[in-house]
C-alpha cells in the first residue's frame, strides 16, 4: 500500500526547524512578534492622545488648537504608516504563497 507524504507548509517548516537552528528561529520570530506589538502599542497611543487633546479642546480645557491638530495630524500619519507596512507584508506573503517549490 503507498503511502502520501505530507506536503502542506506545516510539515515543511516543521522540517526546517529541525536542523539545529530552532532557537535561533524561535528567538527571531519573538523580536519581530515584540516588535510589531510594541509599533501597534506606539500607534494607539498616538490616536489615545489625539482624542484626549480633541476632547480636551472641545470642553475648553486647553485652548491651543495648534497643539492639537499637530497630535491629530501625528495620529493620522502613525496611522497610515502602519496601514501601508502591514499591506506591504501582506503582499510580500501572497508573493510568497505564489513561488512554486
Known sequence: MNT???????SH????????KN?????????FANMIK???ASVNRKQVEAD???VELAS???SNIHEVMIKMEEAEISLRLMVQMRNKVV???QEI???QV
Open 38 to 40: 510594541e509599533s501597534i
Open 91 to 93: 503582499d510580500a506573503y
Open 52 to 54: 484626549q487633546a480633541a
Open 23 to 31: 532557537s535561533d528561529i524561535n528567538q527571531a520570530g519573538a523580536d
Open 60 to 62: 475648553g480645557q486647553n
Open 13 to 20: 517548516l516543521q522540517g526546517l526547524a529541525d536542523t539545529g
Open 97 to 99: 504563497m505564489r513561488m
Open 4 to 10: 502520501i507524504n505530507d506536503i502542506t507548509l506545516d
